[in-house]
């Protein structure tokens, strides 16, 4: 069995300006959106964590991203201005930011109290 098969693996939604609002609202518990981009070497440094965090929630918590370079009007409504930028919602309001590389221990204790 491959590391993306099996049981408890999260599945990461890619958002777009069109469907944002739809999907965000739609889910359920909290909710992880990564704004992110292509060529951002600390976004892909944390993507493996957020992953990690989303996967052993079990369920607790949904993982979605956000290509700033290709959904620039999502980043600008949320003043995105450093990437990554991660946005916890809950029920569709923003319950907490981080921006940059956040030690694991951090995303861990944000994703405890608030899923």
């Not at 909290?30 to 996967?55: K, N, S, Y």
């Not at 370079?69 to 999502?74: I, M």
Request: proline letters at 5%.
């Amino acid at each position: 069995m491959s590391p993306s098969q099996g049981h408890g693996v999260a599945e990461t939604i890619h958002l777009t300006e069109q469907d944002f609002d739809k999907r965000l609202m739609a889910a359920q518990g909290l909710v992880m959106v990564d704004f992110w981009a292509e060529w951002c070497g600390p976004c892909r440094a944390i993507a493996p964590v957020l992953e990690e965090l989303a996967e052993a929630s079990e369920g607790r918590v949904t993982l979605m991203k956000v290509n700033v370079d290709e959904n620039p009007d999502l980043a600008g409504r949320y003043g995105i201005r450093s990437i990554p930028t991660i946005l916890f919602f809950k029920q569709g309001a923003i319950v907490d930011r981080v921006v940059g590389v956040a030690p694991k221990a951090l995303l861990h204790d944000i994703v405890n109290a608030r899923a």
